[in-house]
Nanobody, 124 residues
Framework: QVQLVESGGGLVQAGGSLRLSCAAS????????MGWFRQAPGKEREFVAA????????DYPDSVKGRFTISRDNTKNTVFLQMNSLKPEDTAVYFC?????????????????WGQGTQVTVSS
């Protein structure tokens, strides 16, 4: 089992930055690829970023590439999402997720464990 707790969400103006954190507990953290997803009201959950168990590989959709950076500190069992140049369309609840192995995926179905989510609101 892996327990995930997100933090760092809030209200920010367009063009601003936020850094989300996800603290993990449970089984060996470095064994799990980690992902961030988001869900806006009335929309499906959307892939935002992923990182391999080692941290050497990352993946982003075009909508956030160049603005968001995922990283992890396996010594602290924490994964981060640095979000820069935020836009109103980035407004959503952001979820941290852990996969069942070291390789990541863009599909939410590949992730076994989920946090409770943290709200990010970007005002125009």
């Amino acid at each position: 089992q892996v327990q995930l707790v997100e933090s760092g969400g809030g209200l920010v103006q367009a063009g601003g930055s936020l850094r989300l954190s996800c603290a993990a507990s449970g089984r060996t953290f470095s064994s799990n690829a980690m992902g961030w997803f988001r869900q806006a009201p009335g929309k499906e959950r959307e892939f935002v970023a992923a990182i391999s168990g080692s941290g050497r590989s990352t993946d982003y959709p075009d909508s956030v590439k160049g603005r968001f950076t995922i990283s992890r500190d396996n010594t602290k069992n924490t994964v981060f999402l640095q979000m820069n140049s935020l836009k109103p369309e980035d407004t959503a609840v952001y979820f941290c997720a852990a996969s069942g192995g070291p390789y990541f995926s863009r599909s939410s179905s590949m992730y076994l464990y989920w946090g409770q989510g943290t709200q990010v609101t970007v005002s125009s």
